[in-house]
């Protein structure tokens, strides 16, 4: 391998030193595009964990009135079995209903 004239190093240099100029900006414009990103991720996290809240809370809703109605249903099922064998009904408790909030 031929050395390189004293000329042609300094040009390689000035080259290389001319690209790594822009390496400050163009490290600054990525912290902006990483920020953003990140603002971005954040609010997206925070709109899926409030709309899977809402849907475990409307699936719970929906579990808790269908075991009401399989719990009444249970209830007429054995007064109707009490008629049928000629007994006094048993004086079962009314389970009170709270309200959700």
Same mark, same amino acid.
Do not use: C
């Given at each position: 391998?031929?050395?390189?004239?004293? *000329?042609?190093?300094?040009?390689?240099? /000035?080259? &290389?030193?001319?690209?790594?100029?822009? #390496?400050?900006? +163009?490290?600054?414009?990525?912290?902006?595009?990483?920020?953003? $990103?990140?603002? *971005?991720? +954040?609010? /997206? $996290?925070? %709109?899926?964990?409030?709309?899977?809240?809402? *849907?475990?809370?409307?699936?719970?809703?929906?579990?808790? %009135? =269908?075991?009401?109605?399989?719990? /009444?249903?249970?209830?007429?099922? $054995?007064? #109707?079995?009490?008629?049928?064998?000629?007994? =006094?009904? %048993?004086?079962?408790?009314?389970? %009170? &209903?709270?309200?959700?909030?």
């Amino acid at each position: 391998m031929q050395p390189q004239t004293l *000329e042609k190093r300094v040009e390689n240099l /000035e080259r &290389k030193v001319t690209s790594l100029e822009t #390496l400050p900006d +163009r490290v600054t414009a990525l912290e902006v595009q990483i920020s953003e $990103f990140r603002t *971005e991720v +954040r609010a /997206e $996290f925070s %709109a899926t964990r409030t709309e899977l809240r809402q *849907e475990m809370h409307t699936l719970n809703d929906e579990a808790l %009135a =269908q075991m009401r109605v399989l719990h /009444e249903d249970m209830l007429a099922r $054995f007064s #109707l079995l009490d008629e049928h064998l000629g007994r =006094q009904p %048993a004086r079962r408790p009314r389970v %009170a &209903k709270t309200p959700r909030g």
